[in-house]
């Protein structure tokens, strides 16, 4: 977790290059990669049969309430495909490419929720989950060394 305390105060990459490997998508939420406790990733979102690509991450206003973001990629990507997804936070914003296309900026209007202790999760949200909503990924993940 020490490699990953950047990620609530300086500016960070997020990014995966993944596939989907089955025609059966997941019901709800997948996830890509992701940080636990109020979830920050990169996702995937079933509606209708079809699979969306989405960013979340979650805020802290002065009052202490936590407030959910995303930004939703409407666009359809054919995800049995290698698709590459970006997300840059540069100062108070979040940059979303696809497939090294710029797609949106969305900002951050408060604090991040702190990730600094938190674990990093890839291909489910929590494996832990009590409730049995775990977010499983089905599909392919490439993972680069640097």
């Known amino acids: 977790n020490d490699s990953y305390d950047l990620v609530t105060t300086d500016d960070f990459i997020f990014e995966s290059t993944f596939n989907l490997v089955t025609n059966k998508p997941n019901e709800g939420e997948s996830c890509i990669i992701s940080r636990e406790g109020y979830n920050m990733g990169i996702y995937l979102y079933n509606f209708n049969d079809e699979n969306f690509i989405k960013w979340v991450w979650w805020e802290v206003d002065n009052e202490k309430n936590h407030i959910y973001n995303e930004i939703f990629v409407h666009k359809k ?3 049995f495909e290698s698709t590459n997804v970006k997300v840059i936070k540069k100062d108070k914003s979040f940059n979303l490419y696809v ?9 951050i209007k408060f604090d991040l929720f702190d990730y600094s202790d938190k674990s990093m999760f890839i291909g489910v949200s929590n494996p832990n989950n009590p409730d049995g909503h775990y977010g499983w990924f089905n599909g392919e993940i490439l993972l680069k060394t640097l």
């Open 77 to 79: 990507y054919d995800l």
């Open 99 to 107: 497939n090294n296309e710029f797609y949106e900026t969305k900002h």
